[in-house]
């Protein structure tokens, strides 16, 4: 990978780079990347590295019933173990927000992805849960992670123990509580570090046709790459609750809910807190095939 000042150079270009549009009204040009509303003009050079220089994560795993969670996963996806991954990150100081601050709840399953080219082990994302609605436009259409809004408090820790919870419309849908919170001893923390130093983050691109025909314009998998920078590790025990909202509550999220309150939660406990500088590599996004 890429050294750290090259990175941040590329960060800083990112924000100083004019916008382009060309004479002919089309928005597929080689080497510029337009979002809507497109016709305001694009950005020469592609997507770039994202700097977040301060990213707090608390991260739970835990199994589950490996056929529930099967059926979620779209072709060319296999499971790699029956177990859920479910991360709270309070991001801070976010370079192409303008140093803008926004919280996440992302739930992630381990795969593998075995295609036709392409054939690689790591993170699927089922869904992401963001309170910024800048973050999320981008993140769905020009990678594919499927982020939806809603509420994600800020860490609420009171001596050893952390709370934080996801809520939308007045109504809580999932709670975590980390307890026992400790200093990861130096082993466990040098293995926490290699192991999340580089993350092969997918997801799942779908754009729906218009119309009341059904089907999709655009529907493939997607690769976003993350790295970390790990300045701190600590060690905690957790426990994830779900709570599935009634259909008037919540109705553009209910099916979603619904279906990861229904994957029993077992063996969890096992909890960490990462203090890490975060880049998400849009210069190395791309469709898997």
């Known amino acids: 990978?890429?050294?750290e000042e090259l990175l941040e150079k590329k960060s800083a270009t990112e924000l100083q780079r004019p916008r382009t549009v060309p004479n002919s009204g089309s928005y597929?040009?080689?080497?510029?990347v337009f979002q809507m509303p497109a016709h305001f003009g694009g950005v020469e050079g592609g997507l770039a590295p994202l700097?977040?220089?301060?990213?707090?994560?608390?991260?739970?795993?835990y199994e589950t019933d490996g056929e529930q969670l099967a059926r979620l996963l779209p072709k060319n996806f296999t499971l790699l173990r029956n177990e859920i991954m479910v991360a709270s990150m309070m991001n801070r100081g976010v370079e192409?927000?303008?140093g803008?601050?926004?919280?996440?709840?992302?739930?992630?399953?381990?795969?593998?992805?075995?295609?036709?080219?392409?054939?690689?082990?790591?993170?699927y994302n089922l869904v992401t849960w963001e309170n910024n609605p800048i973050p999320i436009l981008p993140g769905r259409e020009s990678a594919g992670i499927p982020k939806i809004p809603g509420h994600i408090e800020d860490f609420r820790f009171d001596g050893n123990e952390m709370r934080t919870w996801a809520h939308l419309s007045?109504?809580?849908?999932?709670?975590?509580h980390f307890t026992d919170i400790a200093d990861a001893d130096p082993q466990t923390e040098a293995a926490v570090k290699e192991e999340f130093t580089e993350m092969d983050w997918m997801g799942w691109r779908h754009i729906p046709s218009l119309g009341n025909q059904g089907g999709a314009d655009l529907s493939h998998a997607t690769l976003f790459p993350q790295e970390f920078e790990c300045r701190s590790v600590r060690i905690a025990r957790a426990e994830v609750q779900w709570f599935a909202p009634q259909p008037w509550k919540l109705p553009t999220q209910v099916h979603i809910i619904s279906q990861l309150a229904a994957l029993p939660v077992r063996g969890a406990g096992k909890a960490l807190l990462l203090d890490a500088r975060n880049v998400l590599r849009g210069d190395l996004t791309k469709v898997l095939y």
Do not use: K, Q, S
């Open 28 to 32: 597929n040009h080689a080497g510029t």
């Open 170 to 176: 007045g109504h809580t849908f999932c709670e975590l």
């Open 96 to 98: 192409w927000m303008g």
């Open 1 to 3: 990978m890429e050294t």
């Open 51 to 61: 700097v977040y220089r301060d990213t707090l994560t608390a991260a739970t795993m």
């Open 100 to 123: 803008e601050p926004y919280n996440i709840l992302a739930v992630n399953v381990p795969v593998r992805f075995e295609g036709e080219r392409d054939n690689l082990e790591g993170w």
